[in-house]
């Protein structure tokens, strides 16, 4: 069995992975917890460009966010941390969140859609995982709240980890590890082992998984040679034509729902006709074929793009909804600054180092075959 203190070194080690250079974390009696010293300030700027695009848009803070609710502490990341790579909470132990949102992979998988439950595809693309605590809503359709109720999704889906309901809990508090990290992370519950704690843990290990500093933000902060002139005209060009409209704010996006084709409908390999979208969760036809508006931070590592994971290319991209959602047809020039431009969104990546797992043994429930 794992000692008090054994997790408390696992638990500040994965403090310390999550954190990052920019995200230290200090220790007070003895236990360690996220620091939250003040945030870079804005440099006082007369550009016109920079003031511009501060009334648009906002930069990544470097510090991770605190849930509402749902309050980070070592043990409750490190319990996140284990769950979020664990892919024993899927039916048959194949699947772990870490499978759809790979963190090498800018938090997404780069699959047009991600395999799941026997090798069964979704019918979505899997959206980036990065940054996901900024979002109003979570999922292409916002069937989710926030990021906890996300993470019990997926679990349950029969075309994704497919588990019987109470196999997430069942599983876990098999293993004398995972019984002392749940313990340790929700102190005073009588059956701390539960799935939805579970999602509390995993919520909190995701929601420190932003990507700050990218070359925008230094730009927004007040850095005029972040950017270049072929990206700041890019983002002269993002604003003028209208893209700003929708992505918007922190996460450029997921902010709001939006029609995908507003303009005119795209191809239907882009918005097939069968998937309608935000309708099917609100039942309004006015809701056909609306969809989150997605962010996007880190666009240069996510391909493939849309919510049917149908185009490789993000000039294309741009170049669609330069025509779906604004009724303009860019030139080639203008599509190329920005593309150069959304290239500027990409930030630090997460430096998480994969934990070691508790073991299972003959008395563990065994996978479904």
Known sequence: MITSSQRATMAASILLLVAGCNRPAETTNGSTMMSNPSEPQMTASKDPLTLRARDIFKPIPIHAPQLTGNPATADKLALGAMLYFDPRISATHSISCASCHNLGLGGADNSPTSAGFHGARGGRNSPTVFNSVYSFAQFWDGRAKDLEEQAGGPMVNPVEMASPKDHVAEQLAALPRYRTAFAGAFPGEASPVSQANAQKAIAVFEATLTTPNAPFDRFLRGDPSALDAYQKAGLTLFIDKGCSTCHSGVNFGSTMYAKFGVAAPPDVRYRPVGDKGRSAITGQASDDYAFKVPTLRNIALTA???HTGSEQDLAKVVDVMAT???????????????????????GDQPRVV?????ASDATSPPPEK
């Open 304 to 306: 493939p793009y849309f």
């Open 324 to 346: 779906s959602q604004l009724g303009q047809a860019l030139t080639p020039a203008e599509t190329a600054r920005i593309v150069a431009f959304l290239n500027s969104l990409t």
């Open 354 to 358: 994969e934990p070691q797992l508790p």
